[in-house]
C-alpha cells in the first residue's frame, strides 16, 4: 500500500492488523469503538438501577408543594455552583457541618444538587440552622448576616411571585419520574402553598419583616429549611451521633 | 479505485469545501472571545462581588454555566469542527458527503450557542454541570449531532483512499462517544417548555452526570483536540507521526479506560465504594495512554525542535502537548482517595481544568488556527510578531493562573479541615477562609486576563490576515503525509 509508514519494521506487522480489520472496514470499527467506550459506563452505572444500588429510606418524605418551588428557584439560580450538598464522611466536615451525607438522603432529589465547589459552606445540614428571618435578610443582603461574605444579593426574590399551576405543573412531571405524590398532593397544590407559606410568613412577621405567601424568597426559605431534616431525624432515630 | 486513489496523486483543493472551515474558524475566534470575556467577568466576582452588578441576569450562579458552556461546546466545539473538515477532505482525499448537511450542522450549532447565551442569564438552567442546557435546546443538540455524524460517516463512506489515518479514529471516538452520552445523560421528564426533571434521581443521577461530565473532558476535549494533534503537529512539524504502533495502542486504551473514571467526581460520596474504587483506579490508569498521545506528539518533533525558535504554531503546539501530559498526570493523582480528600471542592481543581483548557485546548486551538487562517485565505499572516507576543502573554497568563489556584486550593483545603489542639475546628468561621483568597483570585483575575487579551491578539491579527493582500504562493493543497 503506497501510504505505507516506512519508518518502523516492526510497525508494519501491527499495522496490516489493524488496517486490514479496522481502518479498511469503518462499520467494524466504529462498532469496535462503540462497545470499547460501553463497557465501563454499564458496569459501573446498571447496578445502580438494582435495589441494591441504590439505598432508600421510608423515613425521607418528598418535598411540599413549597420546597419543590423552591427548590426549581436553587436550580434556576445554579446555587450549586457555590454551595455543595454533600458532607463528606471526614472529621472536620462532620465538626462543621454536621453528619456526613448518606445516599438515601438524595432519594427524591432531581435533579442531584451535590455541587463540585465550595466557594461558600456546605447546605447539606443548613435546615433549622438559622431562623427563617436571618435567610430573608441574607438572600437580602448577604452581608448584613455574614459580614464580608461574597455572595450576590438576591433581592428580586423578595419581589417575585410564584405560580400555583407552575408548581403543580412540576409535581405532575415529577410524579412520573417516580416521587410519589398522590392525587390529592397534586389537587391540593395552591392550599399546600398558601399553608406552609402562611407559617414562614408569621414567623418572619414576629421578626418584624413583611411578606406573603407567594413570593419567591418564602419557597426559597422551605427549601433551605428542608436540606438534611429527614436525614438528621432518620439517623437520631438509629441512634448515630454527631 | 481506491488503491490508485491513495497511490500519492494530489487532489486538485478546489474539490474541497473550505468555505465550511472558513465559516468554523470565524465562529472559534469570536466565541472564544467571548467565553474568555464571560470567565474574565466570573473571576472578577470572586474577588469583587459588585461586579455582580446586583442584577439577577449577571450573578455569579447564572454566568458561570455560560462561561463553561461557551468555552467548551462554542470555543472547543467549533475549533474542532474546523479542523474535522479541513482535516478529514484532506485526508480522505474527497468533498466533505454533503455540502448542505455541513451548513446546517454550522448554522444549527451556532444556533444552539445563541440560544445558550439567551437562556442562561435567563435562569432555564438544569444546573446538571455541564449539561446545563435546558430540555429542548438538548433535542436541538441531538438533531444537528446526528446531521453532523452522517455527513462524517458518509464522507468516510465516500473516501478516495483504502485506509484510515489516526486522526480520524478520534474524531470518529468524539462523535460516537458525545452522541451516547448526551442522550443517556439529559433523558428528563418536561414539566413546562422550559423546566424539566431528570429520569434518574440523587446518587444515580449524580454518577450518570458524571459519567457524562468527565467524559465531555474526555471525549470532547481530549479526543477530537488528539486528532488536532496528529494531523496539524506532523504538519507544521514536516515529520510523520513518531509511531504508528503507539498510535494504536494508545488510542484503544484511551477510549475504553476513560469512560470508567467517572465516578472519582463522586469520592467519600453515598456512591458505593466499589463504584468508587473503580473510578480511582481507572482514572489513575487512564495516565498510561493519556502519556502515549503526549509522548507520540512530542516525538514526532525529533529533529524539528530548532524550528520552534521561529514558528509560533509549533510554539502554541508544543506547550499545548506539554500541559496535556502535565494535566493527565495532575488528574489521575487528584483522583487517589486521599488526594481527593484534600482537593475536592477547592480551587485546586479549578487550576487543574485551566491549565487543561488553557494550556491544551486553547494553546491547540490556537495553534491550529495561526497554521489553517494564512492557507484556508491565502494570504501570509499580517503579524507574526504578534503571534509570538500571544504566546509568552497566553503562557505567562496560564502559569499565573494555575499556580495561583493551586495556592489557594492547597489553602482552603488544610484550612477547612484543620483540627485545633483541643479537638475543635482550627478555623471553624468559613468566611474567615473566604477572605483569605482574595489575593489569589485578584492574580488569577491578572492570569485569565493576560490569556484574554492573547486571544484579542489573535482574533485583531486574523482580521488583518483576512483583510490583507493575496499571498503569492500556497501550500494548502499540498498532499498530505502518510502516517
Known amino acids: 500500500m503506497a501510504d505505507e509508514t516506512k519508518n518502523h519494521g516492526s510497525e508494519k506487522k501491527y499495522g496490516q492488523f489493524h488496517r486490514r480489520v479496522f481502518e479498511a472496514n469503518i462499520v467494524n470499527f466504529a462498532i469496535w469503538a462503540t462497545i470499547a467506550i460501553l463497557i465501563g459506563g454499564i458496569v459501573e452505572i446498571v447496578p445502580m438501577f438494582t435495589p441494591a444500588g441504590t439505598e432508600i429510606s421510608p423515613d425521607v418524605t418528598p418535598y411540599t408543594a413549597l420546597e419543590v418551588a423552591g427548590r426549581d428557584i436553587y436550580v434556576s439560580e445554579g446555587c450549586y455552583l457555590c454551595h455543595s450538598q454533600w458532607v463528606r464522611p471526614m472529621r472536620a466536615e462532620i465538626l462543621r457541618y454536621g453528619a456526613w451525607s448518606r445516599a438515601w438522603e438524595y432519594q427524591y432529589d432531581r435533579p442531584f444538587q451535590l455541587g ?28 448584613s448576616t455574614s459580614p464580608g461574605s461574597v455572595m450576590p444579593p ?14 403543580q405543573a412540576s409535581m405532575k412531571a415529577l410524579r412520573k419520574t417516580g416521587t410519589p405524590y398522590s392525587d390529592e398532593d397534586i389537587a391540593g397544590v395552591e392550599a399546600s402553598l398558601a399553608t406552609q407559606g402562611g407559617e414562614i410568613v408569621g414567623r418572619l412577621g414576629d421578626a418584624g419583616i413583611q411578606s406573603d405567601p407567594d413570593r419567591a424568597i418564602i419557597a426559597m426559605i422551605a427549601y433551605l429549611q428542608r436540606l438534611g431534616v429527614d436525614g438528621r431525624a432518620a439517623l437520631q432515630k438509629q441512634g448515630v451521633e454527631y | 479505485m481506491e488503491e490508485s486513489a491513495s497511490a500519492g496523486t494530489g487532489v486538485p483543493a478546489a474539490v474541497y469545501d473550505d468555505d465550511i472551515v472558513k465559516r468554523f474558524a470565524i465562529a472559534t475566534i469570536l466565541w472564544g472571545a467571548v467565553g474568555m470575556l464571560v470567565g474574565v467577568i466570573i473571576a472578577l466576582q470572586l474577588a469583587w462581588w459588585p461586579a455582580n452588578l446586583g442584577l439577577p441576569w449577571t450573578t455569579f450562579g447564572r454566568l458561570r454555566p455560560l462561561h463553561t458552556n461557551a468555552v467548551i461546546f462554542a470555543f472547543g466545539g467549533n475549533i474542532c469542527f474546523t479542523g474535522i473538515y479541513y482535516s478529514m477532505q484532506r485526508l480522505l482525499k474527497t468533498r466533505m458527503w454533503s455540502d448542505a448537511l455541513s451548513k446546517i450542522h454550522f448554522w444549527g450549532w451556532q444556533l444552539i450557542i445563541v440560544s445558550a447565551a439567551l437562556t442562561f442569564p435567563l435562569g432555564l438552567s438544569q444546573s446538571r454541570e455541564y449539561a446545563e442546557l435546558i430540555w429542548p435546546i438538548d433535542i436541538a443538540i441531538t438533531l444537528i449531532w446526528v446531521v453532523f455524524a452522517i455527513n462524517f460517516f458518509g464522507t468516510i463512506a ?13 474524531y470518529m471516538s468524539f462523535v460516537i462517544t458525545i452522541a451516547v452520552l448526551h442522550i443517556v445523560n439529559n433523558l428528563a421528564m418536561p414539566a413546562t417548555f422550559l423546566r424539566s426533571y431528570p429520569l434518574y434521581s440523587g446518587m444515580t443521577d449524580a454518577l450518570v452526570q458524571w459519567w457524562y461530565g468527565h467524559n465531555a473532558v474526555g471525549f470532547f476535549l481530549t479526543t477530537p483536540f488528539l486528532g488536532l494533534m496528529y494531523y496539524f503537529l506532523p504538519k507544521a512539524a514536516e515529520k510523520p507521526i513518531y509511531s504508528y504502533r503507539l498510535s494504536i495502542v494508545h488510542f484503544w486504551g484511551l477510549i475504553f479506560l476513560y469512560i470508567w ?38 516525538l514526532t518533533l525529533r529533529g524539528a525542535w530548532h524550528r520552534l525558535r521561529t514558528d509560533p504554531v509549533l510554539k502554541f503546539m508544543v506547550v499545548g502537548v506539554s500541559f496535556y501530559g502535565m494535566s493527565t498526570f495532575e488528574g489521575p493523582m487528584m483522583s487517589i482517595r486521599a488526594v481527593n480528600g484534600l482537593a475536592h471542592f477547592t480551587n485546586w481543581v479549578i487550576g487543574h481544568v485551566h491549565s487543561g483548557a488553557l494550556g491544551w485546548n486553547g494553546m491547540i486551538s490556537f495553534a491550529v488556527l495561526y497554521w ?9 499572516l499580517a503579524k ?3 503571534a509570538t507576543q500571544h504566546f509568552w502573554l497566553a503562557t505567562i497568563g496560564i502559569v499565573l493562573y494555575t499556580v495561583s489556584m493551586w495556592a489557594a ?11 485545633g489542639d483541643g479537638g475543635q475546628l ?37 482580521w488583518k490576515t483576512i483583510r490583507g493582500p493575496e499571498s503569492v504562493s500556497t501550500d494548502a493543497s499540498a498532499p498530505v503525509p502518510a502516517t
Open chain 2, 384 to 386: 507574526p510578531n504578534l
Open chain 2, 158 to 170: 465516500i473516501r478516495r483512499v483504502k485506509h484510515i489515518y489516526v486522526a480520524i479514529w478520534f
Open chain 1, 154 to 167: 438576591y433581592a428580586w426574590l423578595l419581589t417575585n411571585r410564584i405560580d400555583a399551576g407552575d408548581v
Open chain 2, 261 to 298: 473514571a467517572g465516578p472519582h467526581h463522586l469520592l467519600y460520596s453515598g456512591l458505593p465504594d466499589w463504584v468508587q474504587t473503580l473510578g480511582m483506579v481507572f482514572s489513575i490508569v487512564l495516565l498510561a495512554p493519556s502519556w502515549g498521545g503526549m509522548l507520540n506528539g512530542l
Open chain 2, 372 to 380: 489553517l487562517v494564512p492557507r484556508l485565505w491565502n494570504k501570509p
Open chain 2, 409 to 419: 486550593g492547597l489553602m482552603e483545603g488544610l484550612q477547612w479541615r484543620a483540627i
Open chain 2, 426 to 462: 482550627a478555623n471553624p468561621i468559613f468566611i474567615d477562609i473566604v477572605h483569605r483568597l482574595e489575593p489569589f483570585y485578584w492574580l488569577r483575575l491578572l492570569g485569565g486576563s493576560l490569556y484574554f487579551v492573547g486571544a484579542l491578539m489573535a482574533l485583531y491579527n486574523f
Open chain 1, 116 to 143: 463540585s465547589r465550595r466557594i461558600g459552606p456546605d447546605l447539606h445540614r443548613v435546615g433549622n440552622k438559622y431562623p427563617d428571618a436571618w435567610h430573608y435578610e441574607h438572600m437580602r443582603d448577604p452581608r
